[in-house]
Nanobody
Framework: QVQLVESGGGSVQAGGSLRLSCAAS????????MGWFRRAPGKEREFVSS????????TYADSVQGRFTISRDNAKKTMYLQMNSLKPEDTAVYYC?????????????WGQGTQVTVSS
């Protein structure tokens, strides 16, 4: 099992920045990739960004490309999401997730979520 704990959410005005953290514990050696997802009120959960834990290959959703930066610290077993130029439409609960398989894009572990609110 892998446990994930997010932190760093909060409220910010449009144009501001926040940095989310996701601390992993447990059987982290089994993790192949980690990612960030978000769910806005009344909407489906959507992919934000992901990173391959060993090689660092990164993917972003078009909606956040150029504004958000994903990174990880292997020694601290922590993933980050630096969010700049935030917009009201970025308001959502943000979740981190981890998956073990390199071939099946199904996330096995999820954090509890952290709220991000962007006011106009």
């Amino acid at each position: 099992q892998v446990q994930l704990v997010e932190s760093g959410g909060g409220s910010v005005q449009a144009g501001g920045s926040l940095r989310l953290s996701c601390a992993a514990s447990g059987r982290t050696f089994s993790v192949y990739s980690m990612g960030w997802f978000r769910r806005a009120p009344g909407k489906e959960r959507e992919f934000v960004s992901s990173i391959i834990w060993s090689g660092g290959d990164i993917t972003y959703a078009d909606s956040v490309q150029g504004r958000f930066t994903i990174s990880r610290d292997n020694a601290k077993k922590t993933m980050y999401l630096q969010m700049n130029s935030l917009k009201p439409e970025d308001t959502a609960v943000y979740y981190c997730a981890a998956r073990n398989s390199a071939f099946v894009v199904k996330y096995d572990y999820w954090g509890q979520g952290t709220q991000v609110t962007v006011s106009s």
